[in-house]
């Protein structure tokens, strides 16, 4: 959905009318030129709306995806950085297409990944599929192609329930606590009111 920020107007919705498919839109990311790069979860695969055509298309999409999630843009604007639920993080080059796994000692550290974004020369994750939800921060080499060290922002907030996506203001990083993703019944039917949470953003100053 694309939004009028001023007023709430609803300006454009991008709709996949692919019924013999199931699919997933999940992270999105915009590059500073207007385009809008999209996850999708299910079909693996990663759409992308570009700003002079203003339509829904497909970009990319590679049988060895497990379940896309997380999206991010290099600063060179050049590359998009994203999370996979069997591969960890990878990249793809925007012109060639060149997809790389971004190494790391340890790659099953790296799964569960929910929310990714870039900040200066690392990846901040929201990490809720690995037991123990987290957010985590990992460091680049110069050149953006292995993970050389990484930290732990937050780890068990007594405030989580599922935390998901968020976005990174200046150097402040701001993500949802508590989405409460399965809070339904066996029959689909959200809980009642007095068994939901108010939503919860918790924000962490970058250094």
Do not use: C
């Not at 692919?18 to 809008?36: P, Y």
């Not at 192609?145 to 780890?155: M, N, V, Y």
């Amino acid at each position: 959905f694309k939004y009028n920020l001023k007023d709430g107007t609803l300006i454009k919705k991008y709709t996949l009318h692919h019924k013999d498919q199931a699919h997933l839109f999940n992270d999105v990311v915009v590059a500073t030129n207007g385009d809008v790069y999209v996850t999708d979860t299910i079909s693996r695969e990663i759409y992308r709306v570009r700003y002079d055509a203003d339509r829904l298309e497909r970009f990319y999409s590679f049988d060895g995806f497990v379940a896309l999630n997380g999206i991010a843009i290099s600063h060179d604007q050049n590359r998009i950085i994203f999370s996979d639920e069997g591969l960890g993080i990878l990249s793809l080059g925007l012109k060639a297409k060149d997809l790389k796994i971004i190494r790391a000692r340890n790659r099953s550290g790296l799964i569960g990944i929910d929310g990714l974004y870039l900040y200066r020369n690392s990846l901040i994750a929201v990490q809720n599929g690995m037991g123990v939800a987290r957010v985590r921060r990992f460091y680049l080499d110069p050149k953006g192609e292995e993970i050389i060290r990484s930290e732990t922002i937050d780890l068990d907030h007594p405030r989580y329930q599922i935390p998901t996506t968020g976005a990174i203001k200046g150097n402040t990083l701001y993500y949802i606590a508590n989405s409460q993703m399965f809070r339904f019944d066996k029959q689909n039917r959200i809980f009642p009111w007095d068994q939901l949470q108010y939503v919860m953003i918790l924000k962490y100053r970058l250094k």
